[in-house]
Nanobody, 116 residues
Framework: QVPLVESGGGLVQPGGSLRLSCAAS????????MGWYRQAPGNQREVVATITRGGSTNYADTVKGRFTISRDNAKNTVYLQMNSLKPEDTAVYYC??????????WGQGTQVTVSS
């Protein structure tokens, strides 16, 4: 299995910012399509943002204009910059790596709580 380790979550005020990191082993970030997903209590896991091996990005409508996904191949790390956070963004955020040959791999998740 492929290890993915998320970090950077925490408690922030509405309107604040957080930057999530996903540290991967080997050359996972450069070799796989990467993504961030989130799951709130009682809800299904949903896609937040994705970035392909070629660098193309896509975002859920709920986060467009506020979140930015990026990768640093040298550090084998993907990031999710989250700005203008809302209480509705509260969830556990998961890093995902998808390989054509091997399927999906997931991190353990990091909690993001947006509350005043």
């Amino acid at each position: 299995q492929v290890p993915l380790v998320e970090s950077g979550g925490g408690l922030v005020q509405p309107g604040g910012s957080l930057r999530l990191s996903c540290a991967a082993s080997g050359s996972i970030v450069s070799s796989a399509n990467m993504g961030w997903y989130r799951q709130a209590p009682g809800n299904q896991r949903e896609v937040v943002a994705t970035i392909t091996r070629g660098g193309s990005t896509n975002y859920a409508d709920t986060v467009k204009g506020r979140f930015t996904i990026s990768r640093d191949n040298a550090k084998n790390t993907v990031y999710l910059q989250m700005n203008s956070l809302k209480p509705e963004d509260t969830a556990v955020y998961y890093c995902n790596a998808r390989f054509v040959a091997f399927g999906n791999y997931w991190g353990q998740g990091t909690q993001v709580t947006v509350s005043s």
